[in-house]
């Protein structure tokens, strides 16, 4: 495909799923990237139908994943914004359906699924990866770059947090999901922290591990403390807990010369929720009142943080299809192998924490 060719062809995508993922995250990032045209989205909720319909002129909407498949012919890409244990079929039949594939996070349930996914996909020379999204949140981009500027020295440990106080489960899947189904916090919040951790130090081992359901009708875990020691020398203590009624820092990273503390949490995702568009010239910048906090006591900073960049995910994917998709020396938004290592320190974290 010549150049001119690629910037012409629009990527016609299917949504599976219209719910907080579907509705929040993937369709107004697709509908705000001009490589993209936002074809088909399956719902079998009335009312989410209703709301897309009402949001996306003239998209098609159908019940199931199956029904998308049905389309294939008329699509290039399927996104999943499915329960996890849905995730490996569905993107079996999608790729095997001849199409390239998202995959949101966790990728699968186990780890070998998720192998088995990338090397279908290989056979097939389909474009497979996943949305690990907080790779773009705009704090993460800012300790990114503190630490690939050396700003704190040599890292020694890392404190890594999402607490939420969520006494009930608002989810029916989720209040039915064990963790064999892929339900758990560990699955769902422990997907991002792993993988940040993983990004920003590099392979490591679970050396400690803490899964406990304090909710009455939580089926897996919701409130999980795992440490990871990677090769780099560096310690990572992970925590996720949805019952937590005084949040900790997101961010605590202490260094040889300094550290780094951040409060609050990324604005995307509410700002999205609220029905914002990545397009807003405002999107993506954090309140200058949520500043982290950068250097020794006594002689702290206030450091303005990146602004987050969730559409990054669909441009660097874009550029990926349009270049040549599997054949094409583009790399990759996440390489699935990357969430394969992330579902390992999970397994991993599950079978110390018993």
């Given at each position: 495909m010549?150049g001119?060719e690629?910037?012409?062809r629009?990527?016609r995508t299917?949504?599976?799923?219209?719910g907080?993922s579907?509705?929040?995250?993937?369709?107004?990032?697709i509908?705000a990237?001009?490589?993209?045209?936002?074809?088909?989205?399956?719902?079998?909720?009335?009312?989410?139908?209703?709301?897309?319909?009402?949001?996306?002129e003239?998209v098609?909407?159908?019940?199931?994943?199956?029904?998308v498949?049905?389309?294939a012919?008329?699509?290039d890409?399927?996104?999943?914004?499915?329960?996890?244990?849905?995730?490996y079929?569905?993107?079996?039949?999608a790729?095997?359906?001849?199409?390239d594939v998202v995959v949101?996070?966790?990728?699968?349930?186990?780890s070998?699924e998720?192998?088995?996914?990338?090397?279908l996909?290989?056979?097939?020379?389909?474009?497979?990866?996943?949305?690990?999204?907080?790779?773009?949140?705009?704090?993460?981009?800012?300790?990114?770059?503190?630490?690939?500027?050396?700003?704190?020295?040599k890292?020694?440990?890392f404190?890594?947090r999402?607490?939420?106080?969520?006494?009930?489960?608002?989810?029916?899947w989720?209040?039915?999901?064990?963790a064999?189904?892929?339900?758990?916090?560990?699955?769902?919040?422990?997907?991002?922290?792993i993988?940040?951790a993983?990004?920003?130090?590099g392979?490591a081992?679970?050396?400690h591990?803490e899964?406990?359901?304090?909710r009455?009708?939580?089926r897996?875990d919701?409130?999980?403390?795992?440490?990871?020691r990677h090769?780099?020398?560096v310690?990572?203590h992970?925590?996720?807990n949805m019952?937590?009624?005084?949040q900790g820092?997101?961010?605590r990273?202490?260094?040889?010369?300094?550290?780094?503390?951040?409060?609050?949490?990324?604005?995307?995702?509410?700002?999205?929720?609220?029905?914002?568009?990545?397009?807003?010239?405002?999107?993506?910048?954090e309140?200058?009142?949520?500043?982290g906090l950068?250097?020794r006591d006594?002689?702290?900073?206030a450091?303005?943080t990146?602004?987050g960049?969730?559409?990054?995910?669909?441009?660097?994917?874009a550029?990926?299809?349009l270049d040549?998709?599997?054949?094409?020396a583009a790399p990759l938004p996440?390489d699935?192998?990357?969430?394969?290592e992330?579902?390992?320190?999970i397994?991993?974290?599950?079978?110390?924490?018993?």
């Open positions: 010549t001119t690629a910037s012409q629009t990527i299917a949504v599976v799923g219209f907080l579907g509705s929040v995250f993937h369709a107004p990032l509908a990237d001009p490589s993209y045209s936002l074809n088909v989205i399956a719902t079998s909720d009335a009312g989410r139908e209703s709301a897309a319909t009402e949001r996306y003239g098609k909407t159908v019940p199931d994943g199956q029904a498949l049905a389309h012919h008329e699509l890409l399927v996104v999943l914004g499915t329960p996890p244990a849905t995730h079929p569905l993107a079996k039949a790729l095997e359906a001849g199409l949101d996070k966790p990728f699968t349930v186990t070998g998720g192998q088995e996914l990338i090397a996909a290989g056979e097939l020379g389909r474009v497979l990866t996943v949305f690990q999204n907080r790779r773009w949140d705009g704090d993460f981009l800012t300790l990114r770059k503190l630490i690939a500027a050396e700003a704190l020295g890292v020694t440990r404190e890594s999402f607490e939420r106080w969520s006494p009930a489960i608002a989810k029916a989720k209040a039915r999901a064990t064999a189904d892929g339900g758990g916090t560990l699955f769902d919040l422990g997907s991002h922290l993988d940040q993983l990004q920003l130090f392979p081992a679970v050396v591990a899964l406990k359901a304090r009455s009708d939580e897996a919701d409130d999980v403390f795992v440490v990871l090769e780099s020398g310690f990572s992970l925590t996720m019952l937590c009624a005084q820092p997101r961010f990273v202490l260094g040889s010369v300094g550290g780094f503390t951040k409060k609050g949490v990324d604005p995307q995702e509410p700002y999205m929720a609220a029905g914002g568009s990545p397009l807003d010239a405002d999107y993506g910048e309140a200058p009142e949520w500043a950068l250097g006594g002689h702290l900073d450091l303005p990146e602004r960049a969730y559409p990054e995910f669909y441009r660097i994917l550029a990926k299809i040549g998709g599997a054949t094409s996440v699935p192998e990357d969430a394969v992330t579902l390992k320190l397994e991993a974290a599950r079978k110390w924490a018993h």
